[in-house]
């Protein structure tokens, strides 16, 4: 797992906790729970903020990288999308890692249709 350093983004250093410009190149693999989990952390967002998340999962992790980016994210939420906490995204991660568990979010294919059927159904679950 990628480890950022000095509350970079995690697809800021590379795996020895090199920066990017150090390295000749950075393989970040983005899940479609990273951004969930990623602006869960940040205040004033609940969980059923996150159904009005983009659903290209990858673009919507790269908005919250930067603060022009979780400016257009909050257009669409309504929302302030404060700075996101990285390396308590880190832990998250490392957690989800070290336990073996897997995340399905609404965007999967295997996120359940009767879920997905509900009000106030979970964006995602372990």
Not at 21 to 46: F, G, H, K, N
Request: charged share 30%; net charge negative.
């Amino acid at each position: 797992m990628t480890v950022a350093n000095h509350g970079e983004s995690p697809c800021d250093a590379g795996a020895d906790g090199a920066k990017c410009d150090d390295v000749r190149e950075v393989v970040c693999v983005v899940c479609s729970y990273y951004p969930i989990i990623a602006v869960l952390l940040t205040s004033d967002i609940s969980s059923a903020d996150c159904f009005k998340l983009p659903r290209d999962y990858r673009d919507t992790f790269d908005k919250l990288r930067s603060p022009s980016g979780r400016k257009v994210l909050e257009t669409r939420l309504k929302k302030k999308v404060h700075e996101i906490p990285w390396r308590d995204f880190e832990l998250q991660l490392e957690a989800i890692e070290r336990h073996g568990v897997g995340v399905v979010t609404y965007q999967d294919d295997q996120f359940p249709r009767y879920l997905r059927e509900i009000p106030k159904s979970p964006p995602e679950f372990l």
